[in-house]
């Protein structure tokens, strides 16, 4: 098909009101529990994962004031365990793998000019798993059965042996359900970012935060695996007596670590690439030019998709491994320096040629450029096995990784949060509160987490509930719980600000800050069918570039959830196809997996149980249901 | 009026098969997953040879071997079927789907009912020792697969013998057939390493 003149100005008025109610979920509890809009889904993900991200919070706070003092009475030591454990648990799976996925479901349809996910069924089954997951995990807390051996669970200490009861084996469902819905959302991110771009949007002309998003789907399908299969593995031995990692038989305790950081370090650049994508995406419309060096940070993010599954072992330097593994895995940890600089200096070519506006998304972006380097800086530091040694398992290590977790996925995050506020909701938040935020996050993450470096060097090992007076670690303990607070008041201004936003914030219309992407060319927030006219595309920063007269698509039907499906390459229409509409099947299934994974805790008769639950939950999901789609001509 | 451009889109098809297709996408992605957990239970069944130094520390015997002969040689075959019906679905010839998925269906019992005489006289169990782990591991993973590649194959025979036939089904048979091309790819070197490597590298390995 090509693009011909046609006198039709724009959709007519009584199929807008069609295409509303084709697009429109049930209202009430049936229409919570039946959603498969991907804005309702990715709302619901990045609400929830911030309510996680708040609880996690509350845990830090909780052993900063027991280690605030020497021999603190805050905390016990097995309750500390069970709270640096959930509270690294939740961070990891239940806020910053989460949080990215919700606002990857929420914007990749808009950014790329599409209606829905490819599968929207699949999103929300993704919400549904994750959402069971961190239940269970916070349930098992609240119930004094929450994990209490670290968020890697490392064996022998978390196998059958040395932690009998069931803490470890919740960790590990808990892993199970996180990685199940992390990986259902990959492969639908990857099927609708290549297959439903708007024509003419070649894979040169996407959104940065979308090539994100894509990049680190390939990495969630490659790595999850390796953590699913770990955690499995560990079930196993703890349930029916396997000896994966029992050396008594064979096992072997190091094969679990590598299996687990094989996971666990592509892990970090699974949260870190989507905030990389965020800041692409804040920097162009709030310096007032395109970005700088669009293929130069496209080859940055996959470089780092493939870098980061050779870093590996730089986890495991004081295991005893050959020589040559030290060196090689040395030098990767240091190659991945040269994408993550380079990205930088985009970035900041991109401020320093712009007009720059201060607003509160790009302040946040400054804050994280700060925190991000010196968390690089330290990084390249425990990148050479000396160091590490010297420092392996001690507070300076707490501190590299919150700066640059903190620095690279939060601090990106609220930006983020700020900037597309206006979409989601239709209103602006304050910018005065919201300077407030910016100042007290930056200033209460460094009060907190700087003095870490120092405690690291002096020797305050990681994960001990207290210490004795004569260490002389008390004053900047204090000091840094100190800033832990300041941060924590931060995160409550937050709060604040989007409740009153929500209130009474002023409205914001479809393009506050004058943005390139084509999710400002809708509504806000957008009607429940995306885009009242689906767009066309002729170059990068989609809305800067359009003619005065670009095409929009029409001939899709607007009685049933019809989408264009394109080329994967360069974005040509190729043909239309219906999605599903509301469905319990996903909740349904949710539960039907939910049953044998929590059963298998018991007993491994639960995945009998649980198989049979589970099939007759797809069946009915795959079932077809009239009215049917367009019949084929030959019956049987 | 005012004149617009617009890019009419009405003429264009409705399903699309192989990469054309989202559902291949996703297909592909749920391939990748699962050939990755393969991937690395291959690389946790070499790595703990290590710690052995006979290997494999018990043998599995002349029966558990011909039985799992007979699988491969089934599974193999089964992709004969699958080619045909997914020819089939290309042409939109319902009757060669029900015959072909039919037969795929059946082949892919036998397989099942060959892997539960396997299971049954393994000569070791999960728990004697890490070899005996990882392999119950190899056979848990690919039995899971089989099991549901026949449950979904039954179901689409199901819906064939029954209609009513959309378009669209035609390309869930294609892509029901590319998933289970991965179930007879994914195991037959699965197979080779388990049972036939061990027998051609027992004299060098100390």
Redesign the interface.
């Known amino acids: 098909v090509t693009a011909r003149l046609a006198p039709t100005p724009s959709v007519e008025l009584e199929d807008l009101d069609q295409l509303r109610r084709t697009w429109s979920g049930h209202r009430g509890l049936w229409g919570t529990l039946t959603s498969v809009d991907h804005k309702v889904i990715g709302r619901r993900f990045v609400v929830t994962a911030l309510v996680f991200f708040v609880a996690g919070g509350v845990l830090a706070l909780l052993m900063r004031l027991q280690l605030a003092r020497p021999e603190g009475t805050v905390l016990g030591p097995d309750l500390y365990d069970e709270v640096f454990t959930v509270h690294g648990s939740t961070m990891m799976f239940l806020f910053g793998v989460p949080v990215m996925e919700g606002l990857g479901l929420y914007l990749v349809p808009l950014m790329i000019g599409t209606r829905n996910m490819a599968f929207p069924r699949l999103s929300a089954f993704a919400y549904w798993t994750y959402l069971i997951g961190g239940l269970l995990l916070w349930i098992g807390l609240l119930l004094d059965v929450g994990p209490d051996r670290g968020w890697f669970a490392y064996v022998p200490l978390s196998g059958p042996q040395f932690s009998p009861g069931k803490r470890v084996d919740i960790w590990a469902q808990v892993v199970t359900f996180t990685e199940l819905a992390a990986l259902a959302g990959a492969v639908n991110q990857i099927a609708t970012i290549f297959k439903h771009r708007a024509p003419g949007m070649s894979l040169d002309r996407m959104p940065l935060f979308v090539w994100s998003t894509l990049v680190t789907s390939f990495m969630v399908v490659f790595a999850m695996p390796a953590v699913m299969l770990a955690s499995s593995q560990l079930a196993a031995d703890r349930l029916v007596g396997t000896h994966f990692f029992n050396p008594a038989e064979g096992g072997d305790a190091l094969l679990y670590q590598h299996l687990f950081w094989f996971f666990g370090h592509p892990e970090v650049y699974i949260m870190f690439l989507p905030g990389m994508g965020i800041v692409s995406s804040v920097v162009a419309p709030f310096a007032r030019r395109q970005v700088f060096g669009y293929l130069a940070l496209v080859l940055s993010l996959v470089a780092t998709g493939f870098i980061g599954f050779g870093l590996w072992v730089h986890h495991m330097f004081a295991t005893g491994l050959p020589q040559i593994g030290h060196s090689f895995f040395t030098a990767a940890s240091i190659m991945i320096a040269v994408p993550s600089g380079t990205q930088l200096f985009c970035w900041i070519a991109t401020l320093a040629s712009g007009r720059p506006r201060l607003t509160v998304p790009l302040l946040y972006v400054l804050g994280f450029v700060a925190i991000f380097v010196v968390g690089g800086v330290t990084g390249v530091m425990l990148a050479a096995v000396p160091i590490d040694l010297q420092v392996h398992d001690t507070f300076f290590v707490v501190a590299h990784f919150h700066y640059v977790l903190i620095g690279s996925v939060v601090f990106p995050l609220l930006a983020g949060v700020h900037f597309w506020f206006p979409k989601a909701t239709g209103r602006m938040l304050s910018e005065r509160l919201g300077r407030w935020e910016v100042a007290l996050a930056f200033v209460g993450f460094n009060v907190a987490f700087f003095p870490q470096h120092a405690l690291g060097l002096r020797g305050m090992p990681r994960r001990v509930y207290t210490y004795l007076p004569e260490t002389g670690w008390g004053p900047l303990n204090l000091v840094s719980t100190i800033g832990a607070f300041v941060l924590g008041v931060a995160v409550l201004l937050l709060v604040v600000n989007v409740v009153r936003a929500l209130r009474r914030g002023p409205l914001s219309g479809p393009d506050p800050w004058s943005a390139d992407g084509l999710e400002w060319s809708t509504g806000s927030p957008p009607p429940p069918h995306g885009f009242d006219e689906l767009p066309t595309v002729r170059g990068r920063h989609a809305l800067w570039t359009r003619a005065p007269d670009q095409p929009v698509v029409v001939g899709l039907q607007v009685q049933h959830p019809e989408v264009l499906v394109t080329h994967l390459l360069d974005a040509e229409p190729d043909h239309r196809t219906h999605l599903p509409g509301p469905s319990l099947s996903p909740f349904a299934l949710a539960l039907a997996t939910g049953v044998t994974f929590v059963g298998v805790i018991f007993t491994p008769w639960a995945i009998v149980g649980g198989g049979v639950l589970t099939f007759a939950a797809l069946v009915a999901w795959f079932w077809p249901r009239p009215p049917h789609k367009t019949l084929h001509w030959e019956q049987p | ?16 098969f192989g ?5 291949w ?2 297909c592909a ?2 391939i ?3 050939s ?2 393969l991937v ?2 291959l690389a ?1 069944y070499f ?2 040879r290590g ?2 130094t006979a290997w494999p ?1 018990t043998g599995v015997g002349g029966r558990v071997q011909a039985y799992a002969g007979a699988e491969a040689a089934v599974l193999a075959l089964s992709a004969l079927p699958t080619h045909l019906s997914n020819r089939a679905a290309l042409r ?3 009757r060669g789907i ?1 015959r072909w998925i039919g037969l795929l269906t059946v082949m892919g019992a036998v397989f099942l009912l060959l892997r539960w005489r396997v299971l049954a006289i393994i000569p070791f169990r ?9 392999f ?2 190899f056979l848990f993973l690919n039995t899971l697969h089989a099991l549901s590649g026949v ?1 979904e194959n039954a ?1 689409i025979l199901l ?12 390309v869930d048979v294609h892509t029901g057939g590319f998933l289970w091309y991965f179930v007879v790819a994914s195991w037959l070197p699965c197979w080779f390493v388990l049972y036939i490597v061990p027998g051609l590298l027992r004299s060098q390995w100390p």
């Open positions: 009026m005012i004149e617009r451009r617009v890019l009419d889109v009405s003429g264009l098809p409705e399903i699309a990469h054309r297709d989202p559902l996408w996703g992605g749920l990748a997953i699962e990755t957990m690395l239970l946790t790595y703990l710690n052995f520390p939109g010839d319902v029900q999960w728990d004697l020792h890490a070899y005996g782990s990882v119950w591991g449950l179901t819906l064939a013998l029954r209609g009513p036939i959309e378009k669209k089904h035609l």
